[in-house]
Nanobody, 117 residues
């Protein structure tokens, strides 16, 4: 069983920054992809960004140019740097990982990000 533990959420004013961290209970090189999703009240969970083992990244259009995903294999951690935050970024953010070969999906418990206008 894989555990993903998120940290770094909180409240910030519009235009501010936050950095989320997601630490896995095992080596993240065992995952084909890791990423961040978010779910705002009354909305479906949506992909924010992800990163593959080769370092290829994907970003949702609303966050392009403002958010940056990165990984530190030695620390088994994926980061989400969020800059120029907007009120519409307010959501619960979830870390996600998919294993190689078995394609099993794992989720963190979610962490709240609130951006005040």
């Amino acid at each position: 069983q894989v555990q993903l533990v998120e940290s770094g959420g909180g409240s910030v004013q519009a235009g501010g920054s936050l950095r989320l961290s997601c630490t896995a209970s095992r080596s993240i090189v065992s995952f084909s992809v890791m990423g961040w999703y978010r779910q705002a009240p009354g909305k479906q969970r949506e992909l924010v960004t992800d990163i593959g083992t080769g370092g290829i990244t994907t970003y949702a259009d609303p966050v392009k140019g403002r958010f940056t995903i990165s990984r530190d294999n030695a620390k088994n951690t994926v980061y989400l740097q969020m800059d120029s935050l907007k009120p519409e970024d307010t959501a619960v953010y979830y870390c996600h990982a998919r294993t190689k070969y078995t394609f099993s999906d794992y989720w963190g418990q979610g962490i709240q990000v609130t951006v005040a206008s």
